[in-house]
């Protein structure tokens, strides 16, 4: 496992992103894993995530923010050239969180990011990404971990293919929520989390990767459910139709939780 001294700069990142979608060739699917030890939970960074998604600020992190915390990890491990598919483009299709323990401000976490499985998909490859957060220089159990589903289009590798949802099927009851995204929320988001992927940030972009306008960040959608259902120890949820911006969409709650835009399913989440 490759160790960092600090978490990746995503502004030096996009460019080996860039570079790694322009390269061909065989990639042997079996990229290293990453460690950076003494990561701090800033204050800072947390109000700003907190205002983007609607939270109520805690010295406490919701448990959707480890995912924002590691995410230039992740990335750092998609850009390498082993990884399977190019990440510009690849669609987020599940993530799942669990947590014995939530970070907070001030506290310092050693992080790990891996690859930890690839498997075909009717549309591609999938792969699922763990990370995993121990108190600085604990080495027992993680007090959290995180599995995201990523998929690359194109052709499937041999295998059975999967679905890669986490949650399934579920009742719901009528709306108990309605929410308003914008553009200029999205943006607030890429500021706050550091996802600035052109499909969630410019016409232009989305464009480029067939959608008609901007989209929401999934995991925006998922801060913003895991919110309202106080979702403190496991939070589980399938991404569907993205959400094109501008956008009004209903929450349904039952034994799931469901994003909806009329009869479109944009997200199921469990949480507890």
Not at 109 to 128: F, S
Not at 145 to 158: D, I, M, R, Y
Not at 214 to 237: Q, T
């Amino acid at each position: 496992m490759r160790e960092l001294d600090r978490l990746p700069d995503m502004n030096a990142l996009y460019p080996r992103l860039v570079a790694s979608a322009a390269r061909r060739g065989p990639r042997s699917g079996d990229p290293e894993g990453v460690r950076v030890r003494d990561v701090t939970v800033d204050s800072a960074q947390l109000a700003r995530y907190a205002r983007a998604t609607g939270m109520t600020l805690r010295d406490e992190a919701p448990i959707t923010f480890p995912f924002v915390l590691a995410f230039p990890l992740v990335m750092d491990v998609m850009a390498t050239p082993e990884f399977p598919f190019a990440p510009l483009g690849a669609v987020h299709i599940a993530n799942s969180i669990r947590q014995s323990a939530p970070l907070r401000v001030g506290e310092t976490y050693d992080i790990e990011v891996t690859l930890e499985r690839t498997r075909p998909h009717k549309r591609g490859t999938l792969v699922d990404m763990r990370t995993l957060f121990f108190p600085s220089g604990e080495r027992s159990e993680p007090i959290g971990e995180q599995t995201s589903v990523f998929l690359g289009k194109g052709k499937p590798p041999a295998g059975e293919p999967e679905g890669g949802r986490v949650v399934g099927e579920g009742e719901t009851s009528a709306s108990v929520a309605e929410w308003r995204f914008t553009r200029a929320d999205v943006r607030d988001y890429a500021e706050a989390s550091g996802d600035r992927n052109p499909i969630h940030v410019s016409l232009v972009g989305a464009k480029a990767f067939g959608f008609p306008a901007p989209i929401a960040h999934g995991m925006l959608l998922a801060a913003r459910m895991a919110a309202w259902a106080d979702a403190r120890r496991e939070f589980d949820i399938d991404f569907y139709k993205p959400v094109v911006l501008p956008a009004r969409v209903t929450l349904h709650a039952g034994d799931v939780l469901e994003l909806r835009r009329g009869e479109k399913l944009h997200a199921r989440a469990r949480a507890v």
